[in-house]
């Protein structure tokens, strides 16, 4: 099993995933520069946070445009693995991996905190060693959080069960007070209806190491593991 971090001009969390697949859980993990095409060795494609390109003309819009994304798309229709952290989720947006889009959030300001997250359910990849329902708490830090989708698109999107974390109380209650940046149904994390493609905007890598506070977001890695250990 191999992991594969993508790098952009601007990617600013790449390291920090590097620190949690190779560092913590000890699987070999390649950085795969943007202008790279070749990622036939690696069976988990991770799109990490940062400002890629500077986030000129809008968060991913640059960056959907860079070689190496041919071969994620392409990685991703065969039913490999991809993760999508905060920039992450907005370039696979950009390039149709996953729908709808992330735009400025609702008060128009960058938000650095940490939140509560509800997992919405726990028979996928991605969430297997959480509970249903479960409250974790991670951090965020985006400008252009706050996810938007057409009636229909957010209609598909629920009927199939595809939103897998939604921002909510400390207590798991999901309503406007408690949507940090204004995202439809407090969406802060989906996959595609294959299941083998998750964006989200809270940062898991960020909360995976007891020696900085928080091991809430290592569950989605050792999932992903698990199950391909088990396949």
Known sequence: MKFGIIVFPGSNCDRDVLTVTQGLLSVPTRMVWHQSTDIHDLDVVIVPGGFSYGDYLRCG??????????????????????????????????????????????????????????????????????????????????GEGCYYADDDTLKALEDHEQVLFRYCSSAGEINAE???????????????????????????????????????????FQGLLNSMAVV
């Open 178 to 220: 408690h949507n940090l940046n204004g995202s439809m149904n407090n969406i802060a994390g989906i996959v595609n209806q294959q299941g083998n493609v998750l964006g989200m905007m809270p940062h898991p890598e960020r909360a995976s190491d007891r020696a900085i506070g928080s091991t809430d977001g290592l569950a989605v």
């Open 61 to 142: 819009a640059i960056a959907q445009f860079s070689p190496v994304m041919n071969s994620v798309i392409e990685h991703a229709k065969q039913g490999k693995y991809v993760l999508g952290i905060c920039n992450g989720f907005q370039v696979l947006t950009e390039v149709g991996l996953l729908p709808g889009a992330l735009i400025r959030n609702r008060k128009l300001h960058f938000i650095c905190d940490r939140v509560p997250v509800k997992v919405e359910r726990n028979d996928t990849i991605w969430t297997k060693d959480y509970q249903s329902q479960q409250v974790i708490t991670l951090p965020v830090a985006h």
